[in-house]
């Protein structure tokens, strides 16, 4: 049974993640943690998300609970993830970090710190988004320079970082594979008299609206075709299972960063 603490448990997905681990075999609750004032704070986390009382209090500091812990799943806020990672590699947990827009520091300070622990992090914990991440890779591969590459992601209107991580990660995958250096290719938006399109540009444009879970199309534009990959999440559930199994896969592995590729079994060998 793999016992697991879930940081932002008062939130979206860590309300979600929370619940599926209830009916989930193999996998136990034993810790929820929110920030310092939350108003959930020092409440069962079950009668606090209509689960009924799960004898789980939320705390308000990771240190209260992590030694009940296997594993640390956390969906919380970016600037906050190295913090909450240090932590759990100090105690010898495991941890699954879906939390987006980590800066490039943040990120490269989770890998350093991820030496000394089992740590997995990924922008989608999706299967699907997963699986297309592999189809972006070899169809990007296939049609390389001749079809125009954009991406359009969408989102509920209370996303905080743009563009998702999850496009950001699909542009960095067909960058990759078509040679480019995203930092330069990548076009965030577009307006006014802009000139016409350059072949190397990676177009990556943001929609927020109402209660959208989430929606990435990626277009390969040709000269009389066009191919457009699309996936869209109907709820926050496939996340939470994505990091359920994230969660459970991880506590086997040996110290080190991986993601979901590697969590699926779909990473090259
Ligand atoms: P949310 O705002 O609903 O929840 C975040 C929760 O974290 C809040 O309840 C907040 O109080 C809590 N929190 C903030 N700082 C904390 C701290 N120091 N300790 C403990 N709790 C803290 O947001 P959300 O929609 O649940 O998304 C959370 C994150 O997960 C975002 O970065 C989002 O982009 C990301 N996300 C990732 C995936 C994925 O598959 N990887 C899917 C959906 C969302």
Redesign the pocket.
């Known amino acids: 049974m793999v016992r697991a603490i879930v ?8 309300g979600r993640i929370i619940t599926l681990i209830t009916s989930a075999d193999g996998i136990e609750l034993v810790g929820a ?3 310092k004032g ?1 108003t959930m704070v020092g409440q069962d986390v079950g009668e606090q998300l209509g689960l009924g009382k799960l004898g789980v209090p939320i705390d308000d500091d ?1 240190s209260k609970c992590i030694d009940k812990g296997d594993v640390v799943i956390d ?4 600037d ?1 993830i190295v913090g ?1 990672l240090e932590i759990a590699a100090r105690h010898n947990k495991a941890m699954v970090i ?4 980590a800066t490039a520091e943040e990120v490269a300070r989770v890998k350093e710190v991820a030496k000394t622990t089992q740590c997995v992090m ?5 299967v699907g988004v997963n699986v297309m991440f592999k189809v972006l890779d070899y169809v990007a591969g296939i049609l390389g320079d001749d079809f125009d590459v954009e991406i359009v992601e969408a989102h509920h209107n ?4 743009a563009p ?2 999850t496009a950001v990660k699909m542009a960095q995958i067909i960058a990759d594979t078509l040679g480019r250096d995203l930092d330069k290719n990548g076009v965030y938006g577009r307006k006014g008299m802009i000139g016409a399109r350059t072949k190397e540009e990676i177009g990556v444009q943001t929609v927020r609206a109402g209660d959208i879970v ?1 929606e990435h199309t990626v277009m390969f534009g040709g000269i009389g075709e066009r191919l457009e990959f699309i996936h869209r999440a109907h709820s ?1 559930d496939n ?1 939470a299972k ?2 359920i199994r994230a969660a459970q896969w991880i506590v086997n592995q040996k110290n080190g960063f991986y993601d979901m590729q590697d969590v699926l079994g779909l990473r090259d060998s």
């Open positions: 940081m932002g448990g008062a939130g979206r997905m860590g943690v929110e920030q939350h990771i969906f919380t806020h970016h906050v909450h879906g939390t987006t827009g990924a922008p989608n914990m999706s209370l996303k905080k970082d998702s991580g989430g926050r996340f994505g990091a």
